[in-house]
């Protein structure tokens, strides 16, 4: 790589660093910091301008679509940039040292002792060739540490980011692992050295919310403990608001606002960070109520815009001004510290009109209220699901019974290992039940195996997964893949069949240009608009949806929520819809079935469920959600001020049982921390009735519970 050419002065209304005293005070210090990288024999510049700085102890949180470059800031910062990238202008120092002018000695102590990474895909991080024991011991032993020691640091901090059975998962390799579990692994290797600077790439995005809450307290603890620096990025802007003193907003390669977090979330000064806050789904809304705002456009290409705003052709305040003249860094002073937002009308910001309307279909609600009222189009009874491994029988789903009605979202919810997927692919056939199970479609059982079931039950029932890449084929064109879904109907051929993919594109927001292009070529949005379209192909009376926008951007993630409302108003489709967000359950789903070690605990509908009275299961789910903690919070749909509860986290003790050895009596007692003793321990509880199709599996009556609840 060369090296860099010295950074620009940066701009008067900028607060200029002094280099010489942020080396000696701040954990990172980053000045005009421009990178590219050669592509086609063009190189086009992904960072522009960036300067930022971490304080010792203090978290800084990056947020912005993919693609904005918050990634390459990360790997800059390590001098780890691929090879044809390189830092063309700009100085990286962390803790007092120019990264870009060690050697490669002192760049190797550097990244052993003083910096750490969690990526966002944790297989990066992980040699599959090597057991997880010989991976995380090896970082504890470049710390100093003996290979005894070390294997006893090992299995403690697995115990700390809440691995059950450390030993076991220590014996295990990579891919015997799920992605939830290597992605504690991995967070477990960069905390081995206590590191200076911690970056976080979205270290949360496949964890639950009780895990990922033990996480982020974990990095806590170590950031006030160590006086470690925090550099979080994530889309995920209820764990910034949770985790970050600071925020900086990336557009396009650009820092285009950055403050103290609350007042960055509280009064935002950027239009693209007002439209990143409308994408939320936040509590009060529903899919039934009210329609999550979008950011109109897509991100230009790096490097194509020259002149102007960066974000002009996307903005619904942007004039000739905006795209005649780069806004410069405008400064104000807020409640929490100096706001810098690069906007003409920074203080008009709020005031930014909304791309989608704010009221769902006036039709929703009565059409949802008649769809409840529907004899069910699914249901299951008694269904379980038992594994033989390794001569144990593993219950993974446990005498689960519930219906769907047409119409309906039902939100499956709980801890990895809970069961959620497992009771999906039961429904669908991928797997086959335990003797005695039965799945209804319309009244008539189904077979258990896909493989024995008619053209008609196969297309009523369809999927669409987390990871649209494992659905998709990379070699086919948009055009193929959804065309292949279409053949399965007999009656469509020639201009039909050409007519109903068009039409197909057309309700998911497809746009034609990209029939004839492979999915390799498409963003993450869109392939999972592809995804959704292939699996509506079929005229599906029943859709299951895994995790389908976990690893989406907020503005990606808003359109694909409002997609699938739409649909399902205009098509009278029922959901199955699991997801770790609970934020994004309670807006989409009628209904919410909370499974825990294979057994259903709670089901009813989602607004008693959230509301309460709750299992005490669900209410340690619910407590552990992060959500924009903030004195004031805008509802930028209206300009009225909204405050939120702040709700006192509950923490569950010890670990979650192993589906092979489940607890005596309630499932829940070896966690709970409302267990009235005996009774808890040696009685499965009955079903209580909250009332309106809500019931609660506990020995605490309903009233009993809503009462600690309340107090709570």
Known sequence: MNGPSPPPPPPASFPAFDVSKSEQSDALTIVGLTVAYRTRGREREVLQDVSFRIRRGETYGLVGESGCGKSTVAMATLRYLPRNGRVKAGRISIAGKDVHSLDAAALRELRANRISMVYQDPLRALNPSLTIARQVAEAFEASGATREAALKQTAEMLRKVRIAEPERVMDSYPHQLSGGMQQRVVIAMALASKPALLILDEPTTGLDATVEAEVLDLVAQLRDEFQTAVLFISHNLAVIGRMCERVGVLYAGKLVEEGATQDVFAR?????????????????????????????????????????????????????????????????????????????????????????????????????????????????????KTFHVAGAALRAVDDVSLELAKGETLGLVGESGSGKTTLAKLLLGLVSPDAGSVIELDGTPLPPRVTHRNDDQVKSLQIVFQNPDSALNRAHSVRRLIGRALSRLSALHGDAREERLTSLAQAVRLPDRYLTSRTRQLSGGLKQRVAIARAFAGEPRIVVCDEPTSALDVSVQAAILNLLADLQRDRGVSYVFISHDLNVVRYLSDRIAVLYVGRL?????????????????????????????????PDLSDGEVRSEAKVQRIRLEGELPSPAVPPSGCVFHTRCPRKLGALCEQQDPPYADAGDGHRIRCHIPVDELRALQRRH
């Open 268 to 384: 935002p000064r950027h239009p693209y960070t007002v439209g990143l806050l409308r994408c939320l789904p936040t509590i009060g809304r529903s899919k039934d109520t009210d329609r999550l705002d979008t950011i109109a456009g897509s991100l230009p290409q790096a490097g194509s815009v020259t002149q102007g705003c960066v974000y002009a052709e996307r903005c619904r305040l942007a004039d000739d001004r905006c795209r005649r003249e780069a806004p410069p860094p405008y400064r104000v002073t807020a409640p929490h510290g100096d706001q810098m937002a690069r906007c003409h009308y920074h203080e008009r910001a709020v005031e930014l009109p909304r791309v989608t309307p704010v009221d769902a279909p006036a039709q929703a609600s009565s059409d949802a209220h008649e769809a409840r009222d529907a004899s069910p189009v699914l249901r299951a009874e008694n269904v379980s």
């Open 601 to 633: 605990l709670e089901i009813g509908p989602a607004a008693a469920v959230f509301d309460g009275p709750h299992h005490p299961y669900t209410e340690a789910l619910l407590s552990s959600v992060p959500v924009l903690d903030l004195p004031e919070l």
